[in-house]
């Protein structure tokens, strides 16, 4: 699981079956220290409550299904929760993934 | 597996059920020599790891879901030890 910022949603009205009520946001990964990195890509937001500008971690590959309604549905990312806090005290700067 | 060190804590309220009352961690990636290997993970612990501590992380889902107990739970990442030494032959 990483750390995550959701900077947009995604609309679409034609979907896989079973994808139907799943909402989709556009987020960016953090490294440790919450500074971007790498590419922003689209995931489903599991906890249905995380919305633009909001701090959350998410689960990647098959796992990222497993946290849907129907786990068996094409979700490679899911949002499944939103943070309230991260206390890191040792370390920092090194952390880009 | 992997080698990691515990850098921190994340907390969250609003979540996915299956992570209700577990212990999120923040750990850093290690190489064999304990250096920063680049890269983090939050990883759920089942040893009662703390800050700065070394530690294994299992970063596969079947299993992460057998030692929570939890099937169906979108869990891949789960500190199952902490280490006490690495020796590497000479």
Redesign the interface.
């Known amino acids: 699981m990483q750390l995550a910022r959701v900077i947009g949603t995604v609309v679409a009205t034609v979907k896989t079956p079973g994808l139907e009520g799943v909402k989709l946001l556009v987020i960016q990964p953090l490294d440790r220290d919450l500074k971007p990195s790498g590419t922003q890509f689209v995931a489903a937001d599991a906890v249905h409550m995380a919305g633009p500008g909001e701090l959350v971690y998410f689960v990647a590959a098959r796992e990222a299904s497993q946290a849907m309604p129907n786990t068996f549905v094409p979700v490679d990312h899911a949002i499944v929760g939103i943070v309230d806090a991260v206390t890191v005290t040792r370390g920092g700067s090194g952390g880009a993934s | 597996m992997k080698l990691a060190?515990v850098?921190?804590?994340?907390?969250?309220?609003?979540?996915?059920p299956?992570?209700d009352d577990r212990t999120?961690l923040?750990c850093?990636l290690l190489d064999p020599a304990g250096k920063?290997a680049?890269?983090?993970?939050?990883?759920v612990d089942t040893v009662g790891a703390g800050?700065?501590e070394t530690v294994l992380l299992m970063d596969e889902?079947n299993s992460?879901r057998q030692i929570l107990q939890a099937p169906?739970?979108?869990?891949?990442?789960v500190i199952v030890g902490i280490v006490d030494a690495v020796e590497e032959p000479a």
């Open positions: 060190r850098a921190g804590t994340v907390v969250s309220t609003i979540n996915s299956d992570f999120l923040l850093d920063p680049g890269g983090y993970t939050i990883a800050e700065g889902g992460a169906g739970a979108p869990i891949r990442t």
